[in-house]
C-alpha cells in the first residue's frame, strides 16, 4: 500500500489549502484514515482522523473548526480542508492509513504513511 500527498503551498494568513493523499491499493473504503502535522523542530501530532465509513471523525482542540477530514471511496483518496489558516499550521503534513478500520488515535497504531506535503502560511 502506497499513499501519496499533495496540496500543500504557500498561502497568507486566513486563506485556505485542500490537502489530498491517493491511496493505493483495494482494501481503501476499510481504512481509517488520519492527517498528522509536524511543524518544524516539533514533534508530529494527529490533526485530523476517520474511521472507514467516515461516521466516527476526531479533531485536534487547535484545529477544530477550521479543518475538515472526508474521503471519496471511488478514488481512493482522503482530503484535509484546511480553512482560515495561522502562521501557525506551519507544519509538513503527513496522511496514514490503519488497517483495523476503527478510529485510531495514535501515530503507532497507522500501518502505510505519506511522504509528506508542506504548508506554509505567511503572517
Known amino acids: 500500500v502506497q499513499l501519496q500527498a499533495s496540496g500543500g503551498g504557500l498561502v497568507q494568513a486566513g486563506g485556505s489549502l485542500t490537502l489530498s493523499c491517493v491511496v493505493s491499493g483495494r482494501a481503501f473504503s476499510s481504512y481509517a484514515l488520519g492527517w498528522f502535522q509536524q511543524p518544524p523542530g516539533k514533534e508530529r501530532q494527529l490533526v485530523a482522523a476517520m474511521n472507514w465509513n467516515g461516521d466516527s471523525t476526531w479533531y485536534a482542540e487547535s484545529v477544530k473548526g477550521r479543518f475538515t477530514i472526508s474521503r471519496d471511496n471511488a478514488k481512493n483518496t482522503v482530503f484535509l480542508q484546511l480553512n482560515d489558516l495561522k502562521p501557525e499550521d506551519t507544519a509538513v503534513y503527513y496522511c496514514?492509513?490503519?488497517?483495523?478500520?476503527?478510529?485510531?488515535?495514535?501515530?503507532?497504531?497507522?500501518?502505510?504513511w505519506g511522504q509528506g506535503t508542506q504548508v506554509t502560511v505567511s503572517s
Open positions: 496514514a492509513a490503519d488497517t483495523k478500520g476503527l478510529l485510531v488515535l495514535y501515530g503507532r497504531a497507522y500501518d502505510y
